[in-house]
Each structure stands twice: as C-alpha cells, then as structure tokens.
C-alpha cells in the first residue's frame, strides 16, 4: 500500500485515556471478540490487539488490564504464539483464557502437557478459593470448556482457585501479581456467571471505572474527525443501510456541508426505496446527496451472467467504474468515508491461522465484501469512524444521533442486493416481480410485528416454474421461496419460527397480487450449512 492510497488511523486505546480500558491479546479463539463485547457491555472499552503486541507499545496504550484469549494451538507447539515477555514485568493485571491461561502458565515457569481426558462443552466447576475472580458465586458452576491440554505444574505463586473432575487446574490465580487464568469460557453463554467473572476481572481485578457509553464515542468520534479532516471535503457512498446512513449522520454532524453522499441507484434495491432514501436525506435531514441512476448500466451488463459468482463479480465491478466516474464529476475529495466495522477489520488477525501449520488461512465462501464495496487502492484517505464498533454499537450510535428508527433498525441488505434474489438470469421482469414478493414479505413481517425480532426477512425467486390451478386453469408459473432468519450477527443463523398464520396471509397474498408467481414454499434451514442469502 503506498502512502497516496488509503490509510487507517492506528489503535483507539490511547484516546480514550480518559476511560479506563481492557486489552485483549487475540491468540486465534472464535471467542476472542466476544471478550470484546462481553466487556464493551460493562461499558469498558476494550479492544482486541494482535497477541505479537509489545510490552512497550501495550504501556503506551496505558489499559487498567490484560487479558490473554483461547486459540487453536497447543502452547509447546513449534509454532504457537505468544506473546511479549516483558507482558508480565508491565505491573498489570492479566486474565488468561483456556490458551491463554496455558500460554501464561508455561511462560512463567509451570508445565502444560495434552490432558489425559479432553473436555469439550459443559463441566461443572468447583471454585475452591473465591478470591477477587469469583467474588459473590456460588461455589458450584455450569462452565464451557474447549480443551485438550492442562496445566499440571503450577508457577511458582500460584495455586489453583477451581477444579473440575477432569482438571484439577480450571481456574488458578496469583493474586500478589494480579495473574489469573481459567480454563473454561467465561465470555459464552453457557458459562452460567461468566459474565460475573469477567465483571470481577475488569472492575474488581484492573479497577475499571464503568463509565465508557455511546455518548462518549459520538464526542470523541466527531472531534476525530474534525481534526483529521480540517477544511477538506469527504465524500460517502450512501446505501442506506444503517451503517452507512449513521456515519452520514455522523459527518454531517462533525462537518456539515464539507460531506457530500453519493447514492447509486443499481437497480437493485426494494420497492420505492431509491426514492424514499433520497428524499429523505435530502428534504428531511438537509444531508448532500447526489442521487446517480446507473440501473441500464448494472442490468445490461447481467445480461446472460447466471453464475452466483460471476455476478457479484460484475456488480462489484461496474459498481466501482460508476463510483470513480462519478466522484470525480462531483469531486475532488480529499476523503472517503467508510462504515467498516470491527469485525472487518480484526477478521484479518490470527484468527485465520491454521492449527496445524500455523499458516494463515481464508475460507472463501462468497465473495461478500468485495461486492458493493470499494477498492482499498482508490486515491483517496480513509475516514472510519465505525473501525472500533460491532454493529449492535452502531445501532446505538445511530440512536444517540437521533437517526429515524425506520433507518436504524433496518434489516441488513447485501450490497448486490435484489439481483442475487433473483436466482439464475437477472431481469426487468424478474426484479419487479421479486420486489413485489418482498414488499409483501415485509409488509405482513411488519404488520404481526415480527420486524425487529428476526435478523431478516425477504422473498428469493426460483429460476423454476411449477404447475398450478388458478380459477379451473392450468398455470405453470414461478415460485417464491420466503427466507426469515434470526441472528445474533449473521455468521450462523437459524430460520425463524413464523407463525402459521403469518406465513398464510404472506403465501396468499403473493399469489394473489404478484402475477406469474403460483407457488410460495418457505425456507427450513439454519445457516451453517446454509446461508442466509440463497446466492
Ligand atoms: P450469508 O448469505 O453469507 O449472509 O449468510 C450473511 C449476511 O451478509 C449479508 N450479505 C451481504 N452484505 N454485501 C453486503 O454488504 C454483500 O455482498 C452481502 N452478501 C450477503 C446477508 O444479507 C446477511 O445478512
């Protein structure tokens, strides 16, 4: 990446030197940002660092305490991670997590090996000495564990706190040092009081002050951006989706006219929304919004193209060459906003390394992100205010900025939108009558007020048609496939239980006003092994 390309801000710890914060070293586990968020919901900032940090860069980052995740690998394997020595001469608190009690357990002197019985999910958990960790808990403890190594040699100055029937070490502590370690998951649910453990550790343990809110990251956020873009203009590609509309609140907030939002209209969004949205923005929240129509463009170019691949691709693509032709009509900028969100951005860590090579790796399952979303070699400097936030984070932002609830709780929508609804060739046709199918969709979700509990809900068309019988005729018609998830984030979800009569007055009254549709099924599968969307 050359400097004229896009840059990041670095780590966010630092400023916010007025709140007291947790460092979490991300040593791989699928757990690690639910440490995160487990403690954000303490309201204390915590943030997940790469587990090579250094001793001295974690002091410059000045948190209250350490806490060192699970992963993948076994400590005493040739190429497992760890982390910085001098971590422990820091004068810190440190929580370690399953790897992470391991890692710190070797590293000062004790002895893990592979455990004589493995145990994985529920164990009950014996505390033998409550300390500080598992102040106000009973002694007996639902826990989740995931391991297959022990400590079975203790550092000197510790001692074990907890046991299970398997593991004499489930939980140890120095508490001279502050140096605690459990074995189980204290950051999953099914740890019965995990989030207690974690409380103690962060409020009792380092002495976080409970203070760090929405309302705190909006002030910090704006004066950032203030600073960082001075007198200069930012340009946002506005989907209307929360993320985007909240950061185009946001900005306007912290620079008012020097934003400008432009939205281009693919083709491919819902039923009358191209509309509504620049309305809105425009009359309504007096925001810039430079409403570009490229759907002949995006629909000539799908001519044909069936495979779900290729046509991500060649929205992804054209997306960009409108996007670049169009900002500079409108341009120069000097920035470019973006709603990357956490997620995004720690996805690229250790958590992608192999167990067993210690290689990194990239499972590609669909090409997501790429798609409705821009290059990272545009010419522009990089605003993202979002780059520390989960998207539940975002939500509540969008409501501390006063964003209408009929943005902020919107249903996600992929960047490709309708067209990867429309299974095999994408057409005028085809849209208008999936759009109306999803109207309706949302319409009744909304009406048996089941909008914000299901993560989504849409109609899918089907390349297929099926015979019917309509009033003593033979149709042979389309079908609609109804696809309502719900989710906590979209990684897994589990289809949703719509009731009955939901689901009938969905089912009739698609076939009744959506002409050419004589079918309607509903989708039963949860996500692994499906996926929400069906392309
Ligand atoms: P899947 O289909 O992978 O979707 O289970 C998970 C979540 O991601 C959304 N999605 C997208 N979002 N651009 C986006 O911004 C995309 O290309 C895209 N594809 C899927 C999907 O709607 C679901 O919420």
């Given at each position: 990446m050359t400097t004229a390309q896009t840059s990041r801000s670095s780590s966010n710890l630092k400023d916010n030197s007025l709140n007291d914060s947790i460092a979490i070293l991300d040593?791989?586990?699928?757990y690690s940002q639910l440490i995160a968020r487990r403690i954000r919901e303490l309201n204390v900032f915590s943030e997940l660092l790469h587990y090579s940090i250094s001793a001295e860069e974690l002091k410059r980052l000045n948190p209250r305490g350490i806490i060192l995740s699970g992963g993948p690998n076994s400590v005493y394997d040739k190429n497992a991670p760890k982390c910085d020595p001098d971590i422990w001469k820091l004068g810190l608190p440190v929580l370690g997590v399953c790897y992470g009690m391991q890692l710190m357990a070797q590293e000062l002197g004790g002895i893990v090996e592979p455990s004589k019985v493995r145990e994985f999910g529920r164990a009950m958990l014996t505390v033998i000495h409550h300390g500080l960790l598992f102040k106000g808990m009973d002694s007996s403890i639902d826990s989740w564990m995931s391991h297959?190594?022990?400590?079975?040699g203790l550092p000197s100055g510790f001692r074990a706190v907890a046991c299970t029937m398997d593991t004499p070490t489930a939980a140890v502590a120095d508490e001279e040092r502050g140096f605690y370690g459990v074995q189980f998951h204290p950051e999953v649910v099914h740890t019965k009081g995990g989030q207690n453990i974690i409380r103690n550790f962060v409020a009792d343990v380092a002495g976080c002050s409970q203070n760090w809110n929405m309302s705190m990251f909006l002030e910090s956020a704006i004066q950032e951006v203030r600073e960082r873009v001075g007198e200069k203009r930012v340009l946002l590609a506005l989907s209307g989706g929360v993320d985007s509309s909240t950061l185009a609140f946001l900005l306007h907030r912290a620079i008012g006219d020097q934003l400008s939002c432009m939205f281009i209209d693919?083709?491919?969004?819902?039923?009358?929304e191209p509309e509504w949205l620049v309305n809105k923005f425009a009359h309504e929240f007096h925001i810039n919004v430079q409403y570009v129509d490229a759907r002949s463009r995006f629909i000539n170019k799908l001519a044909g193209v069936i495979d779900p691949e290729d046509k991500r691709k060649v929205i992804g693509t054209e997306f960009i060459r409108v996007f670049e032709e169009e900002s500079k009509k409108l341009g120069p900028f000097d920035y470019l906003a973006q709603g990357t969100l956490y997620p995004d951005v720690i996805e690229s860590s250790v958590s992608t390394v192999d167990p067993a090579t210690g290689e990194r790796v990239a499972v590609k399952?669909?090409?997501?992100?790429n798609v409705g979303g821009l290059p990272k070699d545009l010419q522009f400097k990089l605003v993202e205010p979002f780059s520390k936030l989960f998207k539940d984070e975002v939500r509540r932002l969008a409501l501390e900025l006063e964003v209408p609830e009929g943005i902020r709780e919107r249903h996600p929508f992929p960047g490709p939108g309708l067209a990867i609804r429309v299974l095999g060739e994408v057409t005028p046709e085809r849209l208008n009558t999936l759009r109306d199918a999803d109207w309706i969709v949302r319409e009744e979700v909304k009406a048996h007020g089941l909008y914000k509990q299901v993560w989504q809900a849409f109609a899918v068309l089907l390349p297929t048609k099926s015979v019917g019988v309509m009033g003593d005729q033979r149709t042979y018609e389309n079908q609609v496939v109804i696809r309502a998830v719900t989710s906590e984030d979209g990684m897994t979800a589990d289809w949703a239980r719509l009731p009955y009569d939901l689901l009938d007055a969905i089912s009739r009254r698609i076939v009744n006003?959506?002409?050419?549709?004589?079918r309607v099924v509903y989708d039963i599968t949860s996500k692994p092994p499906a996926t929400i969307e069906w392309e």
């Amino acid at each position: 990446m050359t400097t004229a390309q896009t840059s990041r801000s670095s780590s966010n710890l630092k400023d916010n030197s007025l709140n007291d914060s947790i460092a979490i070293l991300d040593f791989g586990s699928q757990y690690s940002q639910l440490i995160a968020r487990r403690i954000r919901e303490l309201n204390v900032f915590s943030e997940l660092l790469h587990y090579s940090i250094s001793a001295e860069e974690l002091k410059r980052l000045n948190p209250r305490g350490i806490i060192l995740s699970g992963g993948p690998n076994s400590v005493y394997d040739k190429n497992a991670p760890k982390c910085d020595p001098d971590i422990w001469k820091l004068g810190l608190p440190v929580l370690g997590v399953c790897y992470g009690m391991q890692l710190m357990a070797q590293e000062l002197g004790g002895i893990v090996e592979p455990s004589k019985v493995r145990e994985f999910g529920r164990a009950m958990l014996t505390v033998i000495h409550h300390g500080l960790l598992f102040k106000g808990m009973d002694s007996s403890i639902d826990s989740w564990m995931s391991h297959g190594d022990s400590v079975v040699g203790l550092p000197s100055g510790f001692r074990a706190v907890a046991c299970t029937m398997d593991t004499p070490t489930a939980a140890v502590a120095d508490e001279e040092r502050g140096f605690y370690g459990v074995q189980f998951h204290p950051e999953v649910v099914h740890t019965k009081g995990g989030q207690n453990i974690i409380r103690n550790f962060v409020a009792d343990v380092a002495g976080c002050s409970q203070n760090w809110n929405m309302s705190m990251f909006l002030e910090s956020a704006i004066q950032e951006v203030r600073e960082r873009v001075g007198e200069k203009r930012v340009l946002l590609a506005l989907s209307g989706g929360v993320d985007s509309s909240t950061l185009a609140f946001l900005l306007h907030r912290a620079i008012g006219d020097q934003l400008s939002c432009m939205f281009i209209d693919q083709g491919f969004m819902r039923k009358n929304e191209p509309e509504w949205l620049v309305n809105k923005f425009a009359h309504e929240f007096h925001i810039n919004v430079q409403y570009v129509d490229a759907r002949s463009r995006f629909i000539n170019k799908l001519a044909g193209v069936i495979d779900p691949e290729d046509k991500r691709k060649v929205i992804g693509t054209e997306f960009i060459r409108v996007f670049e032709e169009e900002s500079k009509k409108l341009g120069p900028f000097d920035y470019l906003a973006q709603g990357t969100l956490y997620p995004d951005v720690i996805e690229s860590s250790v958590s992608t390394v192999d167990p067993a090579t210690g290689e990194r790796v990239a499972v590609k399952i669909k090409s997501h992100h790429n798609v409705g979303g821009l290059p990272k070699d545009l010419q522009f400097k990089l605003v993202e205010p979002f780059s520390k936030l989960f998207k539940d984070e975002v939500r509540r932002l969008a409501l501390e900025l006063e964003v209408p609830e009929g943005i902020r709780e919107r249903h996600p929508f992929p960047g490709p939108g309708l067209a990867i609804r429309v299974l095999g060739e994408v057409t005028p046709e085809r849209l208008n009558t999936l759009r109306d199918a999803d109207w309706i969709v949302r319409e009744e979700v909304k009406a048996h007020g089941l909008y914000k509990q299901v993560w989504q809900a849409f109609a899918v068309l089907l390349p297929t048609k099926s015979v019917g019988v309509m009033g003593d005729q033979r149709t042979y018609e389309n079908q609609v496939v109804i696809r309502a998830v719900t989710s906590e984030d979209g990684m897994t979800a589990d289809w949703a239980r719509l009731p009955y009569d939901l689901l009938d007055a969905i089912s009739r009254r698609i076939v009744n006003e959506v002409s050419g549709v004589n079918r309607v099924v509903y989708d039963i599968t949860s996500k692994p092994p499906a996926t929400i969307e069906w392309e």
